[in-house]
């Protein structure tokens, strides 16, 4: 812990967020206790299903899920102050300011009746008190900075004209208008081509680079996690199961769930006849989770004692930046894991592992 | 554009002279009396009848008559004369329709104001008691005869014989240019009851589009750039839910114009309406088909004018 302790403070520090929403059906608990910290410059993607919690999370860091029917418990300390507590004027003043989002179809985030000068030029002067003039250069400056040729031309136009990318492009250049010091991108690329995306990926990570900006980057692809993450959080049911420098987290994961995920991706260097593996079953109710380890019913290696015990974040004393929460002993994950890489399929890792169906915690 | 615009109205003649040769037809199939008899008098004799017949020209067949008729209109746009009392119909229908003008966006006006005002209320409040109260009242003024409504106001309000005399000049318009301050108390009801049914339609229509446009993701990129609440609705919610609202204003509009019989009739205002609802009951064919006309030609202009105002208020929108 002394490496890390060493690090300046961090800018964004999230400790036990929880977010749930009462609905008629029953409390949706979207985001149920999860902490990451995020340091200037540096990327953390958080990488989940469809209904893990992951955008909902995000949407609370800037106070953007406040509904009426909404609580949101925790902790988010951003440079210092907390912004769970924090007023909706002052949350208000640090949106668009110090914190920017970008967000996933950018057709839809865009008002489709203002033309893209009149949007970019409102963020500017949402904080900042300049002529229209001045903040009309300034957008059209980021715009060229963001890879859009043509820009006053492009500005007078309205979003509906442009490609995808070059959408997705003026959302970024909106986020940046003001320097925000965090970036939140939810699902930046999912809307746009396969070619698109990584260019997109590029534009962000020099833009990173250029301002020393920190950014959460929400996805499900982990081929982006591998692109552009320095640390990763997987998140499942709204908690995260796992936690890691990106570089560990794809090369050695720990998680039956994060196997699950590495696995459902197709690979080059595989033979095209190997199936593809998909995570059994479906992302659980928010509503009635499952009991003790919330992965368990999509588990190929669960045990009886793991519908009761619930899992905790920890990390082995070993490796404190890797951290798992799961039942599982961790010299058999990572013979399974092993096993896996090779190409057996669960059943076959499960039988082929000494020890793999030991329950460390038989029922009584 | 301008060749959509120059297509729309080569049709709208066409239109036009469709609704005339209808009108005709209508007529003499169900007329709704002889115009001959009824013009003669309380006691007519035989030969008086036949006169004025052959005076108005009724003797002749009615494709003859029709012929004649629309023979005038295009050449000389010559709606014809009055049965009854020999008037220009042209200028008994221009005469009247200041009245019907000033009554029609007179109302407007109101029911626009009061409709948004209420429909962004409820819809950035939505299960309040305030918005329940708004859509509660809504209901009552939509389900609200405009004929009880008049009276009542009348009864309550008027000078004469309210019981809180407030309101003077009511059942007695006078022109706009002839006495500003007397046109706008004459006309205060009449607007208040014509408008009262479109703006509790328009609030409810409002808050339902603006609901929908306030979980739109643009609205949530409004948010995030840290705009005002206020700014996010008025300006991003609005713009995204006005659309409608405008379409059904201008069609409306158009409607009204072609004469709000019932209004008129309430509050003795000397409007197309009356001017229709008098001709109909003096089987006054040349007066039936001016106002007509005048009817069918502003609805048709309402919706051309929607159309091209969609495109402006829509990008998307391109016409072809």
């Known amino acids: ?364 | 554009m301008t060749r959509y615009v120059v297509r729309r109205l080569l049709w709208t003649a066409l239109l036009l002279l469709i609704v005339s040769v209808l009108t005709f037809v209508v007529f003499y199939l169900l007329p709704s009396a002889d115009p001959a008899r009824l013009r003669a008098g309380p006691h007519p004799t035989t030969e008086l009848i036949a006169a004025i017949r052959d005076q108005l020209g009724l003797d002749r067949p009615w494709t003859v008559q029709l012929g004649d008729y629309l023979r005038q209109l295009v050449l000389h746009f010559d709606l014809g004369h009055s049965y009854r009392n020999d008037v220009d119909v042209r200028d008994a229908i221009l005469e009247r329709l200041p009245a019907t003008i000033s009554l029609a966006f007179g109302a407007l006006v109101l029911w626009l104001t009061v409709g948004i005002v209420v429909g962004v209320i409820s819809a950035t409040r939505p299960g309040t008691w305030l918005d329940r109260l708004a859509m509660g009242g809504a209901l009552i003024a939509i389900s609200a005869p405009v004929y009880w409504l008049g009276l009542v106001a009348l009864y309550l309000l008027s000078e004469d014989i309210g019981v809180l005399p407030i309101l003077p000049g009511q059942g007695s318009y006078v022109g706009l240019t002839e006495d500003p301050w007397r046109w706008f108390t004459s006309l205060l009801l009449p607007w208040c009851v014509l408008a009262s049914g479109y703006a509790a339609i328009y609030a409810r229509l409002l808050r339902a589009t603006m609901i929908e446009t306030l979980s739109q993701d643009y609205i949530r990129t409004a948010r995030a750039k840290g705009l005002r609440r206020r700014r996010v609705v008025l300006r991003h919610g609005l713009r995204g839910a006005i659309t409608p609202i405008v379409t059904a204003a201008g069609l409306d509009l158009g409607a009204i114009l072609g004469g709000a019989i019932l209004t008129e009739r309430v509050f003795n205002i000397p409007g197309l309406g009356t001017l229709a609802f008098d001709a109909i009951g003096n089987a006054d064919l040349p007066v039936i088909q001016g106002t007509v006309l005048f009817g069918a030609l502003f609805i048709i202009v309402a919706n051309l004018v929607v159309d091209v105002l969609y495109t402006l208020l829509d990008p998307r929108v391109r016409v072809a």
């Open chain 1, 1 to 364: 812990m002394s490496a890390l302790s060493a690090l300046p403070r961090p800018l964004l520090e999230v400790r036990d967020l929880r977010v749930s929403f009462d609905t008629d059906d029953g409390v949706v608990h979207a985001v149920d206790g999860i902490s990451y910290t995020v340091h200037a410059g540096r990327t953390l993607t958080i990488v989940g299903e469809s209904g893990s919690g992951k955008s909902v999370s995000c949407d609370a860091l800037i106070g953007l899920s406040r509904a009426a029917r909404t609580r949101i418990g925790g902790a988010i300390l951003f440079d210092g102050r907390d912004l769970v507590s924090a007023s909706e004027d002052e949350l208000r003043r640090l949106r668009g300011n110090r914190i920017a989002m970008i967000f996933q179809d950018p057709l839809s985030a865009l008002h489709p009746y203002f033309t893209i000068a009149d949007q970019l030029v409102e963020a500017v002067r949402a904080h900042r008190d300049v002529p229209k003039r001045a903040a009309l250069e300034h957008v059209l400056e980021l715009l060229r900075r963001v890879g859009i040729a043509d820009a006053p031309r492009r500005a007078r136009g309205y979003p509906h004209e442009l490609s995808g990318g070059l959408r997705q492009r003026v959302m970024i250049a909106m986020a940046l208008v003001n320097d925000p010091e965090l970036l939140i991108a939810d699902e930046p690329t999912t809307a746009l081509d396969v070619t698109v995306q990584a260019q997109i990926l590029e534009l962000l990570g020099e833009l990173q680079r250029e301002r020393e900006m920190a950014m959460v980057l929400v996805t499900h692809d982990l081929g982006i996690v591998a692109e552009v993450a320095d640390d990763v959080a997987v998140m499942y049911a709204g908690r995260i199961v796992e936690r890691a420098p990106a570089r560990e987290l794809l090369s050695a994961p720990e998680h039956p769930y994060t196997w699950g995920l590495l696995q459902s991706i197709p690979r080059l260097d595989r033979p095209r006849e190997e199936e593809l593996v998909a995570i059994a079953g479906r992302p659980p109710s928010l509503i009635e989770r499952p009991s003790g380890c919330h992965f368990h019913p999509r588990c190929a290696f669960v045990r009886e004692s793991h519908r009761r015990l619930r899992p905790e974040l920890a990390a082995p004393a070993d490796d404190p930046g890797h951290e798992t929460a799961c039942l599982l002993a961790g010299g058999a994950r990572r013979a399974l894991w092993l096993a896996l890489r090779h190409g057996a399929t669960p059943q076959q890792a499960r039988a082929a592992v000494p020890g793999a169906d030991d329950d460390p915690a038989p029922a009584p």
